[in-house]
């Protein structure tokens, strides 16, 4: 009888934890995946195109949480967009 295998990666845990935990969790990770993404897979060409598209949907985010009055949530993307632009691969801060 054939049988199959999972593996679960620490990538695949942030993702499930991302979709149950508060969303200044998931904006971290939306704000800090695409810079590390880009790192590892992306080519020169790459970057020409994913600043201008990277800085839209942050701030176009930002904005709309801003009005919404989450500002826990734009204070958690920013953190984000500094970690990723910085390289951090670390999990994102506890909750305080």
């Known amino acids: 009888m054939p049988t199959a295998a999972v593996v679960v990666t620490d990538r695949c845990i942030d993702s499930l934890r991302a979709q149950r935990e508060p969303p ?6 939306k704000a800090r995946n695409p810079w590390l993404l880009l790192r590892r897979r992306g080519g020169p060409g790459s970057w020409l195109t994913f600043i201008p598209t990277y800085a839209a949907l942050v701030v176009t985010s930002a904005a709309l949480y ?3 009055g989450r500002l826990d949530v734009v204070r958690a993307m920013a953190r ?4 990723g632009f910085g390289g951090a691969t670390d999990p994102p801060p506890a909750r305080a």
Request: charged share 10%; aromatic share 16%; net charge positive.
């Open 80 to 83: 984000g967009a500094a970690a």
């Open 24 to 29: 200044t969790w998931a904006a971290y990770l």
């Open 66 to 68: 801003a009005l919404r």
